[in-house]
């Protein structure tokens, strides 16, 4: 029987850091992954701040909100735009087609808000548009 | 022995998957909002605790009703509310330094012109716009005159981001980014370490850049006449207003902003008024404000040239740069 008064061994303190290491790679995996792993380039739909639709930038297509919201936004060849719109001002139609990461068509008057979202093609990691 | 050795493991596995836990999860989930306020899209990160989030939300939320004058209220109403009248004093302390350019009670002209706000704006008549340009006044201390409207829209945002600033110090936030589209505040240092990156908008399209600002936290506000403005005639008007003829400035310059070290007093409500007023000027005065070690600049010109003394901008790949200090 060895001294065991002792209250951490050299064995124990192995074990120890050997769990500590597995817990921690544990945990960093899956944060680190998600980084890597590709995400297809979205636009995120708002009106009034809240999402309305999620639409992939890798195929074309029209979304059509105009009886609720009275837009219509087009994808093509991995840009959306405004399509049509019942605002009047027609900044949002005037703003054309965006792709870059973070860029936006805002329509005031509808209170609708088109971003870009996950473009790893033009990530230029901005924290701010200024517009 | 062989039950203390399990204890033993048992402890120090809960001791690393704190360990672990808390090293990861140092910078949260910074909270995020969106809304249409102050008339545009406006987007906070707060990466801080919810209390402080919230603070910055429903404070914004309060600046925008006390400031607007879409509730049909009468000028001597809102400068009686405790914002209005700091709002109104501080716009005519600038004046005393910088001149008339701007000018908050030029609410009857903005809604003659009706550029942001309706639907059909059209070219008033020289009349109309003589009545409008009657009902202002170029002092704090004048009576009001028959049909006075006040108009904060060339500095509310930056009031906001002031107050903003303020709250998020209050509440001990790590970092966060308050975009009013137009004016920012960049506050407090990135869980990364890494410096903020603002983008400026290319002035011609309204998509795409004409180049990036990498800054330390700060105020920073651009003022164009691209985004907002009508055609009549095969001719632009733009949504600022000239406070002299009170017809839109026609201003040689595309783009202008204006950056403020975040420590700045009233850095938000002075970045805001003074990229509308360089804008307004023009290049003629140029050279003046790009000397001025008080702010820095970055104006693009009508033939998409770029004067800056700021030293953190980068202009993308096809812009000249014709003056960097």
Redesign the interface.
């Known amino acids: 029987m060895q001294d065991d008064r002792e209250l951490f061994k050299l064995k124990d303190i192995i074990i120890i850091l050997l769990i500590a290491a597995v817990v921690t790679a544990g945990l960093l995996v899956p944060e680190l992954t998600a980084k890597e792993a590709k995400i297809p380039a979205e636009a995120v739909i708002k009106f009034e701040g809240l999402l309305v639709e999620r639409v992939s930038l890798e195929k074309d297509g029209v979304y059509e909100f105009y009886e609720l919201y009275g837009m219509k936004f087009t994808v093509e060849n991995g840009e959306i735009y405004v399509s049509e719109s019942n605002c009047g001002d027609m900044t949002c139609m005037r703003t054309g087609k965006i792709s870059r990461n973070g860029e936006a068509i805002i329509c005031v008057p509808n209170k609708a808000a088109v971003i870009i979202e996950n473009s790893t093609d033009y990530d230029d990691n901005l924290d701010v548009i200024l517009r | ?1 062989r039950r ?2 399990i204890l ?2 048992t402890a ?2 809960c ?3 704190t ?3 808390c ?2 999860s140092y910078a949260g989930k910074p909270h995020t ?4 306020l102050f ?3 406006v987007n906070y ?1 707060v990466g801080g605790s919810e209390d402080v989030f919230n603070d910055v939300v429903n404070g914004l939320y309060n600046i925008e009703e006390d400031l607007s004058r879409y509730y049909n209220d009468k000028p001597e109403y809102i400068i009686r509310r405790d914002i209005g009248s700091v709002c109104y004093e501080k716009a005519f302390a600038l004046n005393e330094i910088y001149g008339d350019d701007i000018n908050v009670t030029c609410g009857a002209l903005t809604d003659l012109w009706g550029i942001s706000t309706n ?2 704006p059209r070219v008033p008549d020289d009349e109309d716009i003589q009545a409008a340009l009657d009902t202002m006044i170029n002092s704090p201390d004048e009576d009001f005159p028959e049909g006075m409207e006040l108009d904060f829209g060339a500095v509310s945002k930056g009031y906001a981001c002031d107050e903003a600033f303020k709250l998020l110090k209050e509440g001990g936030a790590e970092y966060a ?1 308050v ?1 009013l ?2 004016t ?1 505040l ?1 506050y407090g240092e ?1 869980p990364d370490g890494s410096r ?6 290319d002035p011609f ?5 004409a180049g ?1 600002i990498e800054t330390d936290a700060a105020f ?3 003022s ?1 006449g691209y ?2 403005y009508f055609e009549a005639d095969g001719k632009r008007y733009c949504h600022i207003l000239d406070m002299k003829t009170g017809r839109p400035v026609e201003t040689d310059l595309s783009s202008v ?1 204006v950056i403020l070290p975040a420590d700045a007093e009233d850095g938000g409500f002075k970045s805001d008024y003074l990229s509308t007023l360089i804008f307004i000027q023009g290049t003629e005065s140029l050279s003046k404000w790009l000397a001025d070690e008080d702010f820095q600049v970055i104006a693009i010109d009508a033939d998409g040239k770029i004067y800056t003394d700021c030293g953190g901008f980068t202009a993308e790949k096809g812009w000249e740069v014709a003056y960097a200090g």
Request: charge should be neutral; proline fraction near 0%.
């Open positions: 022995m203390n050795k033993k493991i120090a596995a001791a690393a998957l360990l672990g836990s090293s990861l909002y969106n809304d249409f008339d545009t899209y990160t639907y059909d980014v975009d589209s137009s920012t960049l990135k903020f990156r603002a983008a400026v908008t399209s309204g998509v795409g850049y990036i920073i506000s651009t164009g985004e907002r902003t």
